[in-house]
């Protein structure tokens, strides 16, 4: 079974300021993949990043970074210098193993307050 | 990235009727759709699988008689909310992957309102 935890169901920043989304996962699986959404008012999902089991290098893209630590089964994501156009729902997702289908993680609603 | 359209993005539908749902991959053949739904605030919900020519796999406690789901062609798949009922309004979205691919796209969604 696989299982994706977004503890934080809601985060309030202030623009500008770094704010780190939480996603811890359960498979037993060796290999799977991991994913970051986001989802603005306007609902569909927006692709950030995909990361497979085997690389655990932390990855930075413009204000986005994110820290994968297979020790602690984290995937957690970091937005620096954040704007008011952040604030939507981000979600985390796994597929591991054979599974085709993603799991998803409760989601995160971010608000960025200007 | 590859472009997946649903349509519509939003349909409002009488209690009782049958409201029809597409997913599109536009410039790919998709093995695979996935069918998910999300209640408000709310995680995305796998509702079934489905693979060109082949019966839609359900997900337990989805009702595979009211979510009618057709994959006829490798770019189109299809959800029909069948007899609707005010409890099934909530956000419908679609992704389609082909096989061996890790990656799989998703629709626009479509909110279904039903009154």
């Known amino acids: 079974a696989q299982k994706v935890t977004q503890a934080q169901t809601e985060i309030s920043v202030v623009e500008k300021e770094d704010v780190t989304l939480d996603c811890v996962y359960e498979t037993r699986d060796t290999t799977y993949y991991l994913f970051w959404y986001k989802q603005p008012p306007s609902g569909e999902l927006v692709f950030l990043i995909r990361?497979?089991?085997?690389?655990?290098q932390n990855e930075i893209s413009g204000r986005y970074s994110w820290n994968f630590q297979k020790s602690t089964s984290s995937f957690n994501f970091t937005i620096t210098a954040s704007q008011v156009v952040d604030s939507a729902v981000y979600f985390c997702?796994?597929?591991?193993?054979?599974?085709?289908?993603?799991?998803f993680g409760s989601g995160t609603q971010l608000t960025v307050l200007p | 990235g590859a472009v997946v359209s649903q349509h519509p993005s939003r349909v409002i539908c009488k209690s009782g009727t049958s409201v029809k749902i597409e997913c599109r991959s536009l410039?790919?053949?998709?093995?695979?759709m996935f069918w998910y739904r999300q209640f408000p605030k709310q995680s995305l919900m796998l509702m079934a699988t489905?693979?060109?020519?082949?019966?839609?796999?359900?997900e337990q406690g989805v009702e595979k008689d009211k979510f009618l789901i057709n994959h006829a062609s490798l770019t189109l798949s299809t959800l029909t909310v069948t007899s609707a009922h005010p409890e099934d309004s909530s956000f419908y979205i679609c992704?389609?992957?082909?096989?061996?691919?890790?990656?799989?796209?998703f629709g626009q969604g479509t909110r279904l309102t039903v009154v």
């Open positions: 990361r497979n089991s085997f690389d655990e």
């Open positions: 410039d790919f053949q998709a093995t695979t």
């Open positions: 489905s693979n060109e020519g082949s019966k839609a796999t359900y």
């Open positions: 992704s389609a992957k082909v096989q061996g691919d890790t990656e799989a796209f």
């Open positions: 997702a796994l597929r591991s193993g054979s599974a085709r289908q993603l799991t």
